[in-house]
């Protein structure tokens, strides 16, 4: 299935843009619930990140090479949290090959799940890259409100029957970005559908399938 934009119902008798164009909607629908969302904002220092990493229960800890000033300040101002919390521990592990280490930095919150953010690290220039971010840290009520709003946009029944499974906020450049992923069944090929929201704008952005 091709990617498509759907718009988030917030009136009665919006268009609701589907593979064959806009097509009037006349069921009463509720207010989209996002909105009052809070920003996401980086809440750590380079000293956090570098107590974390000297400090990582993780069994191999963290490798020396990573340990430093330079490094930890690129990781900090790399990391996001949605709202801008503070995690309630900081999890740090990495390892070095000959020519790159990877570090993995995770936490969470009682109540909002956890994020996972992975670097490529040259220790020997202190450059940091993220090659991948697990953003799952939101809470529970909002995940229920984008499911619903996600729900109320699908004008042609595609997550009718449809489990969500996961939920993850996208970190800036992207503004109030959310990733819904939903399947039919546990069996593997089954449908599975992923739904990203612009909740700022009132919008899905993209719907794209997979073995529906």
């Not at 917030?10 to 064959?20: A, Q, R």
């Not at 909105?35 to 974390?52: K, S």
């Not at 992923?181 to 559908?193: I, K, L, N, T």
Request: aromatic share 6%.
């Amino acid at each position: 299935m091709s990617p498509r934009a759907w718009f988030i119902p917030t009136l009665v008798g919006v268009m609701v843009v589907g593979c064959g164009g806009p097509v009037p909607s006349t069921t009463p629908v509720s207010p989209s619930p996002v909105a009052d969302l809070p920003e996401p904002g980086r809440p750590y220092a380079a000293d956090d990140i570098l107590d974390a990493m000297r400090d990582s229960h993780r069994p191999d800890g963290v490798a020396e090479e990573l340990q430093t000033e330079v490094v930890a300040e690129a990781v900090a101002d790399a990391v996001w949290t949605y709202g801008g919390e503070p995690w309630d521990e900081v999890v740090a592990g990495g390892s070095c090959g000959p020519t790159a280490c990877t570090l993995e930095v995770a936490g969470g919150r009682e109540g909002v799940g956890g994020d996972t953010w992975v670097f490529s690290v040259d220790p020997a220039s202190g450059s940091v890259e993220v090659v991948d971010a697990e953003l799952q840290a939101i809470p529970t009520e909002l995940v229920t409100e984008l499911d619903r709003a996600a729900r109320l946009a699908d004008g042609d029944g595609l997550l009718e029957g449809m489990l969500l499974t996961a939920a993850r906020w996208i970190p800036p450049p992207a503004d109030q970005v959310f990733g819904l992923a939903y399947r039919s069944g546990d069996e593997e090929g089954s449908c599975s559908v992923e739904v990203e929201i612009d909740a700022k704008r009132n919008r899905v952005t993209e719907v794209t399938s997979t073995g529906c």
